[in-house]
């Protein structure tokens, strides 16, 4: 299972950046995948979620109206265009998904999967 962010980089304050996450290794359309967002010494962001057939997103209040999560099952891709960018918005990037496991004792659990993220830098 593989998940590679790309498009970060700078912009300036007002501008937009649409960053992608490449994923191999799973059935893809069958997930959901997840953006966060990471600033040095804080948790990560929960940012915003696409369903599976990307039929539905919700995001979070910082983000609403500004960044949208959309995804193409045929490229095995998923974007999150973010526009009106501010220096808050200054972070690492990443995308996740939750992928079925079977632990030793036969148990089920959901396993997370992380990209290894991507800087976005909003600064004039």
């Known amino acids: 299972v593989q998940l590679v962010e790309s498009g970060g980089g700078l912009v300036q304050p007002g501008g937009s950046l649409r960053l992608s996450c490449a994923a191999s290794g799973f059935t893809f359309s069958s997930n959901n995948i997840n953006w966060y967002r990471q600033t040095s010494g804080k948790e990560r962001e929960l940012l915003g979620v696409?369903?599976?057939?990307?039929?539905?997103?919700i995001y979070a209040d910082s983000v609403k109206g500004r960044f949208t999560i959309a995804r193409d099952n045929a490229k095995n891709s998923a974007y999150l265009q973010m526009s009106s960018l501010k220096p808050e918005d200054t972070a690492v990037y990443y995308c996740?998904?939750?992928?079925?496991?079977?632990?030793?004792?036969?148990?089920?659990?959901?396993?997370?999967?992380w990209g290894q993220g991507t800087q976005v830098t909003v600064s004039s």
């Open positions: 996740k998904t939750k992928i079925p496991a079977r632990a030793p004792d036969g148990s089920i659990s959901l396993r997370d999967y």
């Open positions: 696409i369903t599976s057939a990307g039929a539905s997103t």
